[in-house]
């Protein structure tokens, strides 16, 4: 089945900076990858997501990369604010379409 | 509006105990869906219902019995709840099965004693 492997746990940045999440995913089959915000206390949502047949797509401060050869894909925020400080889940749909969710990446956003 | 609501929001109880988590959707979705999110906020799906039949059952114990009564809704009864079952359950609904939105619930936590 797909495994979906997050680096890193935890990232500390200071506002302003960037930050940078990177997945890996196993099944070849994949074809749906999404990212989610999770907010203390509260569900994850949605923030971006791509298909296997888009390479990039950017949202205002927020864009997402796949690269369907290295099985990977990550998640880059620009100008980072302390409202974007969260849990950041990477996931993709394996070959059943169910989503498996990588370990999550705690992200701090220092002023 | 909310869009996917759950009730109720925490739960305490003993093990052995049998509880009921209930979830609604009012966005007309097809798809609902459970998960489990443990203490490491790893999130792992258990059940997944399309038009009110069962599509994704994960490796999940019998003691979860899901019930969808219309596509509207998906409940979730635990029977005989052991420590293990403490975590936060997610009810989620999408439009259609996979690819797509999740949209999610607020959480129930669980907490078995």
């Known amino acids: 089945g797909e495994n979906v492997e997050q680096h890193p746990s935890t990232l500390s940045v200071q506002e302003g900076d960037s930050a940078v999440i990177k997945c890996t995913y196993s099944d070849s089959a994949s074809n749906y990858f999404p990212w989610y915000k999770q907010e203390l206390g509260k569900g994850p949502q949605l923030i971006i997501d791509i298909r296997s047949n888009v390479g990039e797509k950017k949202d205002q401060r927020i864009a997402v990369t796949l690269n369907k050869t290295a099985k990977h894909f990550s998640l880059h925020i620009t100008e980072t604010q302390p409202e974007d400080s969260a849990v950041y889940f990477c996931?993709?749909?394996?070959?059943?379409?169910?989503?498996?969710f990588g370990a999550g990446t705690q992200v701090v956003v220092t002023p | 509006d909310t869009a996917v609501s759950q009730t109720p929001k925490y739960l305490v109880t003993q093990m052995g105990n049998d509880k009921s988590i209930k979830c609604e959707q009012n966005l007309g979705h097809d798809t609902m869906y459970w998960y489990k999110q443990d203490s490491k906020k790893f999130l792992k799906i258990m059940f997944s219902?399309?038009?009110?039949?069962?599509?994704i059952n994960e490796t999940v114990p019998n003691r979860f019995s899901p019930k969808s009564p219309d596509k509207a809704h998906l409940n979730l009864h635990i029977n005989s709840l052991e420590l293990g079952d403490s975590a936060v359950y997610f009810c989620?609904?999408?439009?259609?099965?996979?690819?797509?939105?999740?949209?999610f619930g607020p959480g129930t936590r669980l907490t078995v004693t």
């Open positions: 996931a993709a749909t394996d070959s059943w379409g169910k989503l498996q």
């Open positions: 219902y399309n038009n009110k039949e069962l599509i």
């Open positions: 989620a609904s999408s439009q259609v099965s996979g690819i797509g939105e999740q949209y």
